[in-house]
């Protein structure tokens, strides 16, 4: 028994290693290869940052473990509302006032509610998916758009205020794109074995995540759901939680909400799209009682947060991460309950 606990936390810790390692090798390629900041900040760092939980949801599907593969994007979404910003408004004042948010949290809103539709009529299959993936490809086309929109603004501001000293920056010099990715390599083939290194990490970090939470399920008496939903869920969102925490201590608060934001976009549309159109995704029953309308009521929440621009206190802080703890204990006593 103790090897399930140690292959099950052991798996998410070479999981987030190797997501961190494959983010930074591909960016390292990337630049070297000329592409620009913006669209590596857009497509490469996001759905690499978002590789542990894609990995998990594919390999559990293919297991035919549909509890992992749709409890893990659940809970972690719940987690990235709850935790991942009620923490850091522990430690210091979180605004929820970012350029863009209100308008991408509506559209995270819409997202949910589709998501929530495809899961009655389980399993979400091909077609399903293709609709995710449709979705995220319209979200990305509008944040480059916005994105180029906004910084060839900011360029004719700072021109007309410097003169013809700025006309010399390049659209695409901008390296705050890439801010929250450190060390990135310098040489080619660094980058290329910090690529394979994430690669060969990825699914070894998921096989023994996994094994781990089905044995310790099937030990415990609950469902695959509820490991997934808590433990795995939870696991897969420390990145996140850990980026924000910083950011808080170093007073940048500000983009937190941004940041969970797309996470939470990404994890429904392109985690559960293409896990679906590799293989149908079973819905488990008791996800459908409690888990997506707290995850819908934790989107709206968000949503609200950003319209009318809040900033998060200690109160607020305490509040979200008492019930984050509430949602778990919760989601525990169903389990054994069933």
Request: hydrophobic share 60%; aromatic share 6%; with cysteine.
């Amino acid at each position: 028994m103790l090897f399930d606990y140690i292959s099950l936390a052991g798996g998410l810790v070479v999981l987030i290693i190797a997501g961190d390692v494959l983010v930074r090798g591909s960016v390292g390629v990337a630049q070297r290869a000329g592409i620009p900041n913006l669209v590596i900040g857009l497509t490469i760092v996001a759905f690499g940052t978002s590789a542990p939980e894609l990995i998990i949801s594919l390999k559990a599907a293919l297991k035919g473990s549909g509890g992992i593969a749709i409890g893990n994007v659940v809970g972690s979404n719940i987690a990235n509302v709850l935790l991942v910003l009620g923490l850091p408004a522990l430690i210091a004042a979180t605004p929820c006032g970012e350029a863009g948010a209100t308008r991408n949290a509506v559209f995270m809103v819409a997202v949910t509610l589709v998501f929530i539709a495809l899961c009655f009529f389980s399993p979400i299959g091909l077609t399903a998916g293709i609709i995710l993936l449709i979705l995220l490809g319209v979200f990305l086309g509008a944040s480059t758009i916005t994105a180029r929109r906004h910084r060839k603004e900011q360029k004719s501001i700072a021109a007309a205020a410097a003169g013809a000293a700025v006309a010399d920056v390049t659209e695409d010099g901008d390296d705050d794109a890439l801010d929250d990715v450190d060390d990135i390599p310098d040489s080619m083939w660094i980058a290329l074995i910090y690529i394979l290194l994430g690669l060969v990490g990825l699914p070894l970090g998921a096989h023994f995540t996994i094994t781990g939470a089905t044995t310790i399920a099937a030990s415990w008496g609950v469902s695959e759901a509820v490991i997934g939903l808590t433990v795995i869920a939870l696991g897969t969102s420390l990145p996140e939680l850990a980026t924000t925490v910083m950011a808080a201590i170093r007073q940048h608060g500000a983009v937190a909400i941004g940041n969970v934001i797309g996470s939470n976009i990404f994890n429904l549309l392109a985690i559960i799209g293409i896990t679906a159109v590799v293989v149908p995704i079973d819905v488990p029953p008791e996800v459908l009682k409690l888990d997506i309308w707290v995850m819908l009521a934790c989107a709206v929440l968000l949503m609200v947060l950003a319209a009318c621009r809040i900033c998060l206190g200690k109160i607020s802080g305490l509040v979200m991460t008492a019930a984050y703890a509430l949602y778990i204990a919760s989601v525990y006593m169903l389990g054994f309950a069933g």
